[in-house]
């Protein structure tokens, strides 16, 4: 336990929804792939 | 501030502490003292996290950017979501798993005892340091715009943070930093509203938006890459990505909220939350400064908005040249709001050769405006060398003070007290944590009973508190301390960094190759600190490489070394 580190930790919790922690991660790395997108609609709309 | 002002004001800060002793109440060893027997649920632990990292300053200053420089900061945040992502996949879970109450008492697990006073020592000097400033730099602000002495704001908010984190410790931080993020948010979205309100009838929604991009405020997102500017979507998310890794990752002050969650499920959501809140919260922010901006377009704005400096240079010997920018800032001011005006009946007329007409002309006015503006700080840095020539801090709360109504100026001072208060207690309690699991039980009093280990937490909290408040008693006579708290944060978050990765990532890597390469990392950094021109932005990216990129070459030696020994056995 001593020398843990990442490849030797896998978390047995499941995440509340969505089943998955990839995927919660996924929600996560899409809305700021949106929210990119929607600033630069919300700018270029107005210039 | 009227007399409601002030008792909404004193009534919000009374509950905040009233607030943070009774949930605080009830620790009766270190482990609930500083870490709150690990039992927060994510929300309040996510809310914590990013009252922590949201300062007063970030309620001040960010607007007031916006208000200067339009909203491109935002993309600064953009790499902060996927840190979230990385940090819930390595450091979450193995933190919980070791069940350590600190960063750094990990890496005597993982590496050895000289790693780990390395980091401590690091993260005592350069944390120290900011939360010095993060008294230090509202307390000065409040002082300006209540016209109140910087040594009382100070003690006002240091002496509170003490109150409530000597007696409830980190429960008490994140409670209560909950309920503060939650009231500056609320007086936020007020403010907003109040700046829509106060906008000219025929001004609609879309105009204010459509005069604010017509001055080059609504500029969000930038794909031109370029290392010579700050702030366009690579940097954001490359740059944003190592700060926000560094930062949550390596930092004890942010580290320890979310120790305190009672699971790794909690824990990790409650940073998947701040990776999808903090941006459209940034963002929101600076747009309350974008409409603050259009609002000055219609009523006369000060030429500068830090009233003490203004009065300073007024009395001084460059008084004349002022006025003499006072006289040509206003004659700006009337033109370009005359100006605005047509553009926005051309608009409405859907006349387009006039619209383009008065694009021109009023990007024209902005930049005579933005000129005489910086004629004018560059008198005030002339008048006062060691003063802070930009009004940035400044501009939000005097359109607090100034157009808001009675009552509502208190809660928004609230607010930034309030800010102060929550990330200066997260910073306090982190230093205390660090100086006692990390220093005084690792090296002073290994054994002791957790009544004396509960003592001495509560005087480490009240010695940093009382650090704190000392600390912004002679900010100010430090010149420009700020930068130069920021520059000195990079100088060691790079090299933090790479020794976590090389942790979590290379299990080959052992404790003298880590300290090794982390003294490789700072040497590089402090040597393209003292002669390269590289921005110092960069320096956690540079940092963070030489310490992983050495100790994997470290790694593989020692490892050939050993096999070699092994074979001529």
Sequence with gaps: MEHLNSDEVVSEEKPPILGSWKKIYLVVLLNLLVLIILFYSFSEAFK | MRRLDWIVLATTLLFIVLYGIWKGR???????????DRSMKWYTVALAIMATQASAITFTSTPGQAYAD?????????????????LCITAVPIFHKLGV???????????????????TLIFLVSRGIAAGITIYAPSL????????DIRITSIIIGGLVIIYTTS?????????????????????????GVALHLLPNEISFTDALSVSAVMGKLNTVDFSFDFSNRYNVWSGIIGGMFVALAYFGTDQSQVQRYLTGESITQSRLALLFNGLAKVPMQ????FIGVMVFVFFQFVQPPLIFNPVQAGKVKSGMRAQDFRQLEEKHNNIFKRKSEEIRKYIQARHEHDDVRVAEKKEELQSLQQRYDAVRTEASNLIAE???????????????????????????GLIFACIFTASMSSSSGELSALATTSIIDVYKRFIKREASEKHYLIVSRIMMAFWGLYGIAFAQYAGRMGSLIEAVNILGSL????MLGIFLLAFYFKQTKGTAAFVSALSGEIVVLYCFRFTSIAWLWYNVIGCFVVVGVGIILSAFEKSKTSGSLASL
């Design chain 2, 283 to 286: 963002f929101f922010i600076l």
């Design chain 2, 168 to 192: 409830g410790g980190v429960k008490a931080v994140n409670y209560t930093d909950f309920f503060q993020l939650i009231i500056v948010m609320a007086g936020m979205c007020i403010a907003l």
């Design chain 2, 383 to 409: 008048n006062d060398r060691k003063s802070d020539a930009g009004d940035t801090n400044y501009i939000f709360l005097s359109f607090v003070l100034t157009y808001l109504p009675v009552g509502l100026v």
């Design chain 2, 101 to 119: 109450y600190t960063a750094y008492e990990y890496l005597e697990k993982r590496f050895d005892a000289k790693t780990r006073v390395l980091t």
């Design chain 2, 70 to 86: 339009g909203m491109r900061f935002v993309q600064f945040y953009f790499g902060l979501p996927i840190a979230m992502v990385i």
């Design chain 2, 141 to 148: 602000v409040l002082s300006v715009m209540l016209g109140m």
């Design chain 2, 492 to 495: 060691f978050y790079g090299t």
């Design chain 2, 26 to 36: 009830g620790s009766r060893n270190i482990k609930g003292f500083l870490l709150a």
